[in-house]
């Protein structure tokens, strides 16, 4: 299947700073998604990105389609502790979705 | 508005049974996905289905069988479980191929 590369694998940071996670791939995408995944729920969507260049915001949480088509960011900014979890990435081709392996964040209060 | 529902949520088997997970979802997707979720290895895609009646390998079908005999469910089998399959099983729908995908809360299964 096809590899995303996902980074960083974990993140500690304190309350109230600014995260940014990246997702690159080999391959193009036409389309970007970014989830969050609770312990013992499925991942929930944040955001989806149809488009290279396009930036979308939902809340605190901003994304970015790259321009080559071949990666993705998610900035979160002045996090607090229900952002914790972890995060993936997921690029969508044809029918199919190839995940990253994902961004664990600890938010210290 | 439930979204996608799978059953059962948690389900320990002995080598060599056999089960079947179920999904369902109420959003009249045409696309259906399942997952299989290892730490350290992210979502792989065991199967999925562009529309009633059909059904695709994904990355790791091996060990897999899946139906899709109506729109809304999706069906995921193991005819004879092995402890390789201990895993968490997510089920996934969208409208589209490549459109938001949206996710069950999982079936944890342990293979003893």
């Known amino acids: 299947g096809q590899q995303l590369n996902q980074s960083p694998q974990s993140m500690f940071i304190q309350e109230g700073e600014d995260v940014s996670m990246n997702c690159t791939s080999s391959?193009?995408?036409?389309?970007w998604l970014w989830y969050k995944q609770d312990p013992g729920e499925g991942p929930v969507l944040l955001i989806a990105l149809y488009k290279a260049g396009e930036l979308t915001s939902n809340g605190r949480l901003t994304a970015q389609f790259g321009i080559t088509r071949k990666d993705s960011f998610l900035n979160i900014s002045a996090s607090i502790p229900s952002d914790v979890g972890i995060y993936f990435c997921a690029g969508a081709t044809g029918n199919q979705f190839y995940f990253g392996t994902g961004t664990s964040l600890t938010v210290i209060p | 508005n439930a979204g996608v529902t799978q059953t059962p949520k948690f389900r320990v088997l002995k080598t060599g049974q056999s089960m079947t997970l179920l999904c369902a979802q109420d959003?009249?997707?045409?696309?259906m996905y399942w997952y299989r979720q290892d730490p350290g290895m992210g979502l792989r895609l065991i199967h999925y289905s562009v529309g009633e009646g059909t059904t695709a390998k994904g990355e790791v079908p091996d060990g897999y069988n899946v139906s899709r005999l109506k729109k809304q469910n999706f069906l995921l089998g193991l005819e004879s479980a092995a402890p390789s399959q201990t895993s968490v099983y997510f089920c996934?729908?969208?409208?589209?191929?490549?459109?938001?995908?949206?996710f069950g809360q999982g079936t944890r299964l342990t293979v003893v």
């Open positions: 959003m009249n997707h045409e696309y």
């Open positions: 391959s193009i995408f036409n389309t």
């Open positions: 996934a729908s969208s409208y589209a191929g490549g459109s938001e995908a949206f």
